[in-house]
Nanobody, 124 residues
Protein backbone atom coordinates (compact mmCIF):
# COMPACT_ATOMS: atom_id res chain seq x y z
CA UNK A 1 0.00 0.00 0.00
CA UNK A 2 1.43 3.38 -1.01
CA UNK A 3 0.77 6.22 1.40
CA UNK A 4 0.94 9.79 0.13
CA UNK A 5 1.60 12.76 2.40
CA UNK A 6 1.04 16.25 1.06
CA UNK A 7 2.46 19.52 2.27
CA UNK A 8 2.33 23.11 1.11
CA UNK A 9 -0.74 24.99 0.00
CA UNK A 10 -2.25 28.00 1.69
CA UNK A 11 -3.57 31.39 0.67
CA UNK A 12 -2.02 33.80 -1.79
CA UNK A 13 -3.01 36.79 -3.87
CA UNK A 14 -3.46 36.54 -7.61
CA UNK A 15 -0.13 36.53 -9.39
CA UNK A 16 1.60 34.85 -6.48
CA UNK A 17 3.22 31.45 -6.17
CA UNK A 18 2.86 28.35 -4.03
CA UNK A 19 4.62 25.01 -3.91
CA UNK A 20 3.02 21.69 -3.12
CA UNK A 21 4.92 18.55 -2.20
CA UNK A 22 3.82 14.93 -2.05
CA UNK A 23 5.94 12.30 -0.34
CA UNK A 24 5.32 8.62 -1.01
CA UNK A 25 5.89 6.12 1.78
CA UNK A 26 8.09 3.97 -0.44
CA UNK A 27 9.07 3.39 -4.00
CA UNK A 28 7.22 0.62 -5.76
CA UNK A 29 6.03 0.23 -9.31
CA UNK A 30 2.64 1.30 -7.95
CA UNK A 31 3.81 4.91 -7.89
CA UNK A 32 5.53 5.11 -11.27
CA UNK A 33 3.05 7.88 -12.06
CA UNK A 34 2.45 10.68 -9.54
CA UNK A 35 0.80 14.04 -9.72
CA UNK A 36 -2.04 16.26 -8.73
CA UNK A 37 -5.74 16.56 -9.18
CA UNK A 38 -7.75 19.48 -7.90
CA UNK A 39 -11.39 19.94 -7.02
CA UNK A 40 -13.28 23.16 -6.47
CA UNK A 41 -16.66 23.21 -4.70
CA UNK A 42 -19.40 21.98 -6.99
CA UNK A 43 -16.97 20.92 -9.71
CA UNK A 44 -15.52 17.62 -10.86
CA UNK A 45 -12.02 16.54 -9.92
CA UNK A 46 -9.61 17.85 -12.54
CA UNK A 47 -6.13 16.62 -13.41
CA UNK A 48 -3.44 19.30 -13.38
CA UNK A 49 0.04 17.80 -13.72
CA UNK A 50 1.68 14.36 -13.63
CA UNK A 51 5.14 12.91 -13.96
CA UNK A 52 6.47 9.46 -14.80
CA UNK A 53 9.17 8.39 -12.37
CA UNK A 54 11.33 6.38 -14.78
CA UNK A 55 11.19 8.54 -17.93
CA UNK A 56 10.65 11.92 -16.23
CA UNK A 57 7.90 12.57 -18.79
CA UNK A 58 5.49 15.28 -17.67
CA UNK A 59 1.84 15.91 -18.48
CA UNK A 60 -0.08 19.14 -17.97
CA UNK A 61 -3.66 20.19 -18.39
CA UNK A 62 -4.26 23.17 -20.66
CA UNK A 63 -5.49 25.20 -17.71
CA UNK A 64 -2.12 25.09 -15.93
CA UNK A 65 0.37 24.65 -18.77
CA UNK A 66 3.02 27.35 -18.69
CA UNK A 67 2.24 28.30 -15.09
CA UNK A 68 2.71 25.07 -13.12
CA UNK A 69 5.80 22.89 -13.11
CA UNK A 70 5.95 19.37 -11.74
CA UNK A 71 9.25 17.82 -10.70
CA UNK A 72 10.46 14.86 -8.68
CA UNK A 73 13.13 13.95 -6.17
CA UNK A 74 13.43 10.20 -6.55
CA UNK A 75 15.87 9.87 -3.67
CA UNK A 76 13.13 11.18 -1.39
CA UNK A 77 10.18 9.61 -3.22
CA UNK A 78 8.75 13.11 -3.47
CA UNK A 79 6.99 15.06 -6.19
CA UNK A 80 6.72 18.84 -6.18
CA UNK A 81 4.26 21.13 -7.92
CA UNK A 82 5.49 24.70 -8.36
CA UNK A 83 2.51 26.94 -9.06
CA UNK A 84 3.25 30.40 -10.46
CA UNK A 85 1.05 33.21 -11.77
CA UNK A 86 -1.82 31.89 -9.70
CA UNK A 87 -5.33 33.08 -10.53
CA UNK A 88 -8.56 32.86 -8.50
CA UNK A 89 -9.72 29.99 -10.72
CA UNK A 90 -6.88 27.89 -9.26
CA UNK A 91 -8.64 27.91 -5.89
CA UNK A 92 -9.40 24.30 -4.99
CA UNK A 93 -8.45 21.37 -2.84
CA UNK A 94 -5.39 19.73 -4.39
CA UNK A 95 -4.97 15.97 -4.13
CA UNK A 96 -1.83 14.01 -4.77
CA UNK A 97 -2.46 10.77 -6.66
CA UNK A 98 -0.28 7.84 -7.69
CA UNK A 99 -0.45 4.62 -9.63
CA UNK A 100 1.64 2.41 -11.85
CA UNK A 101 0.98 4.16 -15.17
CA UNK A 102 0.28 7.61 -16.58
CA UNK A 103 -1.56 6.13 -19.54
CA UNK A 104 -4.82 7.74 -18.40
CA UNK A 105 -3.34 10.50 -16.29
CA UNK A 106 -6.39 12.76 -16.72
CA UNK A 107 -8.81 10.19 -15.28
CA UNK A 108 -9.17 10.12 -11.47
CA UNK A 109 -10.74 6.66 -11.70
CA UNK A 110 -7.38 5.34 -12.94
CA UNK A 111 -5.59 6.14 -9.66
CA UNK A 112 -5.72 3.91 -6.60
CA UNK A 113 -3.59 5.92 -4.18
CA UNK A 114 -4.52 9.35 -2.90
CA UNK A 115 -3.33 11.92 -0.42
CA UNK A 116 -5.62 13.64 2.04
CA UNK A 117 -5.78 16.91 0.10
CA UNK A 118 -4.47 20.39 0.74
CA UNK A 119 -6.28 23.68 0.21
CA UNK A 120 -5.08 26.37 -2.17
CA UNK A 121 -6.89 29.70 -2.08
CA UNK A 122 -6.11 32.52 -4.51
CA UNK A 123 -7.68 35.89 -3.84
CA UNK A 124 -8.14 38.62 -6.43
Amino acid sequence: QVQLTESGGGSVQAGGSLRLSCAASEYTYRRNCMGWFRQAPGKEREATAFIERLSNTTYYSDSVKGRFTISQDNAKNTVHLQMNSLIPEDTASYYCAADSSCRLWWDPNDFRYWGQGTQVTVSS
